[in-house]
C-alpha cells in the first residue's frame, strides 16, 4: 500500500482537536547503500517522533556487542544444527529483549513502525491501548475513540506515550 493512503488513514484517527495541527511523514534515501528509511511525526510543524532503522539497528548492535559475553559458547563449524544449539537461541532471545528495552527507552525502528501503521486500523481501541508496541499505544492516546475521562487514568509505560498524552490533553484543554 502506498505511503499516501496509510497516511490518509491513519490520520483519520487523529482526535478533530489536534487533526489539523499533526502530520506524519516518510523518506527513502535511495543514495544510501540500503536506502535507509524514516518515519517522522510533527506538531505544528516541529518533529515529536522519529523511526529510523539505521541508528536503530547500529544501537542494537552496540548493545548486543557488550552483552555478547552472557551467551553459551558459539559453535565450532556452522552446519544447520546451528539453528537448535542453545547458542542461537539464546541469542536471538538476547537481541529481541535489546530492541524491547530500546523501544521502551524511545528509539523506534522504521520497520517496526511501518509494520504498526498498517495493523493499526485493524486493531480496537481497548486493543491499541494494551497492545505490546508502544508506539501503538502513543498513537492511541491520540485518537479519537478515546475520552477525556480515559486519558486521565492512562499510565505511560514509555517516553514517547508520555508524549503523546502531554499533547492530547494540552488539545482537549483549549
Known amino acids: 500500500m502506498q505511503f499516501s493512503k496509510i497516511k490518509k488513514q491513519i490520520l483519520s484517527f487523529v ?102 501503521l498498517l495493523l493499526y486500523p485493524t486493531l480496537s481501541i481497548e486493543e491499541a491501548l494494551t497492545y505490546p508496541h508502544a508506539f501503538i499505544r502513543g498513537f492511541a492516546l491520540l485518537d479519537r475513540r478515546v475520552g477525556k475521562r480515559r486519558l486521565e487514568r492512562v499510565t505511560c509505560d514509555t517516553p514517547f506515550e508520555l508524549t503523546c498524552l502531554k499533547i492530547r490533553l494540552e488539545a482537549e484543554a483549549n
Open 15 to 116: 482526535a478533530s482537536s489536534l487533526r489539523p495541527r499533526l502530520d506524519l511523514y516518510a523518506t527513502v534515501d535511495r543514495h544510501f547503500h540500503d536506502g535507509e528509511s524514516r518515519i517522522w511525526m510533527t506538531l505544528d510543524g516541529e518533529p515529536f517522533f522519529k523511526a529510523e532503522d539505521l541508528r536503530f539497528t547500529q544501537e542494537a548492535d552496540r548493545r548486543y556487542a557488550l552483552a555478547k559475553a552472557r551467551l553459551p559458547q558459539k559453535p565450532e563449524r556452522i552446519t544447520l544444527e546451528i539453528f537448535q544449539s542453545d547458542w542461537y537461541k539464546t541469542s536471538r532471545e538476547l537481541y529481541r529483549q535489546i530492541e524491547h528495552e530500546l523501544e521502551q527507552e524511545g528509539w523506534h525502528a522504521n520497520y517496526n513502525v511501518q509494520q504498526d
